[in-house]
């Protein structure tokens, strides 16, 4: 049971627009930054958007994060079949005082 | 450029312990920190837990806190993570990550634990 709450699977076909949500509480998302990791098949993932909404160098503007209060979510426009990978959202949890993911979500392109 | 890499493959026996090396390359080690990072298979991202190389101070998840230790060595810009008292369930594959303070933003290539009698 994850700390941050993703669905399991989202799906689109080439050039739809996909959201991902990622839901927490006040002691994770509500008082900390939210970050997106992108997995390919069998590789390491790898950074896709840091501090709720910043991509880092290199990761196409299709992709955009946003959050509100206690939730987060991901937005992949003008989906491509190279997008189809696992999505995991991260924040730091007060509580915890630990580094919490999400459970990931399996994107299938169509 | 920034890479790290992580040492080969480890086939464990219950109980035993094991160590996996992490080596930076491409900027200062002691700028960033560590995190350390397992995924079992099939299943989603775990954070073990993070490292300072600067100060070497620690910090780790509660559920693996007082069987895993994170050490780094600076003469070689190597990091490690040891983890005891070996379970079924620690099956997994352990990454390294550069912790910029909140984002994991390089990660190692990942080195595969099997624990098995």
């Known amino acids: 049971q994850s700390v941050l709450t993703q669905p399991p699977s989202a799906s689109g076909t080439p050039g739809q627009r996909v959201t991902i949500s990622c839901f927490g509480s006040t002691s994770n998302i509500g008082s900390d930054d939210v970050y997106w990791y992108q997995q390919l098949p069998g590789t390491a993932p790898t950074l896709l958007i840091y501090a709720n909404d910043q991509r880092p160098s290199g990761v196409p503007d299709r992709f955009s994060g946003s959050k509100s209060g206690t939730s987060a979510s991901l937005a992949i426009s003008g989906l491509r079949s190279e997008d189809e990978a696992d999505y995991y959202c991260a924040a730091w949890d007060d509580s915890l005082s630990a580094r919490v993911f999400g459970g990931g979500t399996k994107l299938t392109v169509l | 450029q920034v890479q790290l890499v992580q040492s080969g493959i480890e086939v464990k026996k219950p109980g035993a312990s094991v160590k996996v090396a992490c080596k930076a390359s491409?900027?200062?080690?002691?700028?960033?920190?560590i995190a350390w990072v397992r995924q079992a298979p099939g299943q989603g991202l775990e954070w073990m837990g993070y490292?300072?190389?600067?100060?070497?101070?620690?910090n780790y998840a509660q559920k693996i806190r007082g069987r895993v230790t994170l050490a780094t060595d600076t003469s070689t810009s190597t990091a490690y993570m040891e983890l005891r008292s070996l379970r079924s369930d620690d099956t997994a594959i352990y990454y390294c990550?550069?912790?910029?303070?909140?984002?994991?933003?390089?990660w190692g290539q990942g080195t595969l634990v099997t624990v098995s009698s």
């Open positions: 490292i300072s190389p600067y100060s070497g101070s620690t």
């Open positions: 491409g900027y200062n080690f002691t700028t960033y920190g």
């Open positions: 990550a550069r912790d910029l303070g909140a984002a994991h933003d390089f």
